[in-house]
């Protein structure tokens, strides 16, 4: 996947194409739309966060015949095309750019870098990086010392949660949350267990995607627990729409700072003194 992804010149690519909803993302805010060649069939999704500017662009699937068929001077993906997309495009000289998989807030910035200098935008990108800085510069302004910070955990209507190591765990820690999953050593994506929640509590549930009406949850999925649906009732819990955690991108300052309103809610309901000192 590493094939054809050497740095391009400064000059801008003209006929631009890109193969998944992520990379979908990236060249729709960056690339000027006469530009656009096609975006990925995704790219109008429900959990496409630029919807929108989908509109009127052309959408083409991501296999190899209809790439080579579109000629584009420059393609941009994360896993679109399949594994070797990047390596059997290099092999017909069509240039690549990777959207790499990121977990840190570094790997969003490095990324906007990268594809905008593929561009020639990187004043765009720059914009962006700063309007995103400011936003989670101002969250963290407001968060509470450690100890105080809530416990969340977070919810998929697949019964499925996030522990350290995630793009999503990186999101509970700019919104100033501490993830129950990685306190009790967890990484990675994981099924809930519903015997370690009975026995410790989250102070705040994260649901996400819950707002797809694409998703077709399995009738055997732990979300659909009587028990889970009832501490989902009763415990403070922020739905975020699933098109701000579809892909690791800027736009996730939307649901920091969404859930950061929550987390301070229940920090002040459950330590007075820190809001007496605000």
Known sequence: MAG???PLPATAQERVLSLDYCADQYVMALADGGNIL?????????????????????????????????DPDLVI??????????????????????????????SVRENLRRIADALNARPRAEALIADMDRRLA???????????????LY??????????????????????VRNIMAVDGKTGWRGINLETLALRPPDLIIGAFFDLKSNHVNHWS???????KDMMETTPTVFIPGAQVAC?????????ENIHRTARTIQTMQHPTLASRE
């Open 77 to 106: 993906r994360q896993w679109g095309g399949g594994y070797n997309a990047a390596a059997y495009l290099d092999r017909f000289g069509i240039p690549v750019v990777q959207v790499s998989f990121g977990t840190t807030v570094d």
């Open 222 to 228: 732990i979300a659909r627990h009587s028990f889970l």
């Open 155 to 176: 919810v998929t209507p697949g019964g499925v949660t996030s522990g350290a190591g995630t793009f999503v765990h990186t999101m509970m820690e700019a919104a100033g």
């Open 38 to 70: 096609a975006v990925s069939p995704a790219a109008a999704s429900e959990y496409s966060y630029l919807a929108d500017r989908a509109q009127g662009l052309a959408a083409l699937r991501p296999t190899g015949e209809q790439v080579l068929l579109a």
């Open 4 to 6: 054809g992804t050497a």
């Open 248 to 256: 690791s991108g800027w736009f996730f300052a939307d649901a920091v």
């Open 138 to 152: 101002r969250v963290r302004a407001g968060h509470a010392p450690r100890a105080a910070r809530p416990y969340g």
